[in-house]
Nanobody
Framework: QVQLVESGGGSVQAGGSLRLSCAAS????????MGWFRQAPGKEREVVAAIDSDGSTSYADSVKGRFTISQDNAQNTLYLQMNSLKPEDTAMYYC?????????????????????WGQGTQVTVSS
């Protein structure tokens, strides 16, 4: 049974930091492009960061320089370090696995549906 379980969300003030984690199981983790997308009420879904099986990363312009994606292949765990958080980062954050090239994951509009995704973790940033 495939599971992606996110954790680490919460409420912080602007300028603060959070680290999201995603524990994956039930599939061959290293075979997929992994990433984080977010969904805020009234806004389109946005992939904020993705990482390929070879460690290549890509970020949305809105988070470049502030967010860092990483993974531990041995533990099948994906991370998102979020620094200098802004109120506009407020959203539900989901981790997902795509059987697609990383460039497609990050640039396609609308965001392509992931092969697998989790239930999400809420991030709220207050001003």
């Amino acid at each position: 049974q495939v599971q992606l379980v996110e954790s680490g969300g919460g409420s912080v003030q602007a300028g603060g930091s959070l680290r999201l984690s995603c524990a994956a199981s039930g599939y061959t983790y290293s075979s997929y492009c992994m990433g984080w997308f977010r969904q805020a009420p009234g806004k389109e879904r946005e992939v904020v960061a993705a990482i390929d099986s070879d460690g290549s990363t890509s970020y949305a312009d809105s988070v470049k320089g502030r967010f860092t994606i990483s993974q531990d292949n041995a533990q099948n765990t994906l991370y998102l370090q979020m620094n200098s958080l802004k109120p506009e980062d407020t959203a539900m954050y989901y981790c997902a696995a795509w059987d697609l090239p990383i460039v497609v994951v990050v640039t396609a509009t609308p965001v392509p549906g992931g092969n697998y995704w989790g239930q999400g973790t809420q991030v709220t940033v207050s001003s």
